[in-house]
């Protein structure tokens, strides 16, 4: 079994930056990551809030950027899916590809996925006119009418995107007012191609082998219309990756993992960072700034026992 200082579970910008600073403090330290480096930001069409990157980069762009920078300190990456992870204060324990490790402490930068509508049909179209990342999806659907469910910044974000490269884009929110920025607002009530479905849920998903249309229905009037789409997007929230630290760290009823300000769980030495964890925002920069502040602690952590 190889016993490390410092792992980190996860590499998105939280386990990311926490492998950067965690590396660059001369910490024995490897990231593990399930499939490739960057979480939810490779899904993301432009990020105009972190601070003093002008213009907008892309997701991918910017998880790019972190990984060679990470590369930069030799920070090593294991790709593969961890599984038996047994986090207790004596022992921080797993397996990834078959071979054992231990740590002496642990970053869990899990991350989050996209929440789901729901809908008895949503799973059978998936693939087959149902998404959950435009950026990801939307050229399929160049020069077709498409329609997005939600309304903070990921779904109106989505919007914009695909009103660039589709005909006609509907944006359904169960609400009047949108949770996401003022300015993307603006720019998406400008948008001549966007319509605003508000007020409203899908109440219906119709389609044979793929999606054909989609049934709203009004909260109020009860009042139902279809919409003739080819694609429907789901931005309607995310839930925690936190399957691997059930029973063994203290979550919230939402299932995120809770810490204090040192990103400290209810483990000693086990620390979370990132959208994991019970946080008021969930951004790349406060993600970034997660994983410093874990990474940090981590190595005062190990450099106590």
């Known amino acids: 079994m190889e016993k490390l200082g410092i792992a980190i579970i996860g590499g998105g910008p939280a386990g990311l930056a926490a492998g950067i600073y965690a590396a660059r403090g001369g910490a024995s330290v490897n990231l593990f990551e399930e499939m490739f480096p960057g979480g939810q930001i490779v899904k993301t069409h432009r990020v105009e809030n972190y601070p003093g990157l002008t213009g907008g980069p892309d997701g991918y762009a910017l998880a790019a950027a972190l990984e060679k920078h990470a590369a930069e300190f030799d920070l090593p990456v294991v790709y593969g899916s961890v599984s038996d992870l047994k986090l207790t204060e004596k022992e921080k324990t797993f397996t990834v590809n078959g071979e054992g490790y231990a740590a002496d402490a642990v970053i869990l930068c899990m991350g989050a996925g996209p929440r789901k509508l729901g809908h008895p049909a949503e799973d059978r179209f998936v693939g087959a006119g149902v998404s959950y990342c435009a950026t990801c999806d939307g050229n399929f659907y160049r020069g077709k009418d498409v329609a997005i469910v939600g309304g903070g910044d990921t779904a109106v974000s989505d919007a914009l995107y695909l009103s660039g490269i589709c005909r006609k884009v509907y944006?359904?929110?169960?609400?009047?007012?949108?949770?996401?920025?003022?300015?993307?607002?603006?720019?998406?009530?400008?948008?001549?191609?966007?319509?605003?479905?508000?007020?409203?849920?899908?109440?219906?998903?119709?389609?044979?082998?793929?999606?054909?249309?989609?049934?709203?229905?009004?909260?109020?009037?009860?009042?139902?219309?279809?919409?003739?789409?080819?694609?429907?997007?789901?931005?309607?929230?995310?839930?925690?990756?936190?399957?691997?630290?059930?029973?063994?760290?203290?979550?919230?009823?939402?299932?995120?993992?809770?810490?204090?300000?040192?990103?400290?769980?209810?483990?000693?030495?086990?620390?979370?960072?990132?959208?994991?964890?019970?946080?008021p925002l969930r951004q790349v920069v406060t993600a970034c700034a997660d994983g410093a502040v874990a990474a940090t602690k981590a190595i005062e952590y190990v450099g106590m026992k």
């Open 171 to 279: 944006l359904i929110h169960r609400r009047d007012q949108f949770r996401a920025a003022a300015t993307l607002v603006d720019r998406v009530k400008r948008a001549e191609n966007v319509e605003l479905v508000l007020d409203s849920t899908v109440a219906g998903l119709v389609g044979e082998d793929r999606l054909s249309a989609v049934v709203v229905e009004n909260k109020f009037t009860k009042e139902r219309r279809t919409l003739d789409v080819s694609g429907l997007f789901v931005a309607v929230g995310i839930l925690p990756r936190t399957e691997l630290v059930q029973g063994q760290v203290e979550l919230n009823e939402g299932g995120f993992i809770v810490t204090d300000k040192f990103m400290q769980t209810s483990v000693p030495g086990v620390f979370a960072a990132g959208d994991v964890r019970d946080t």
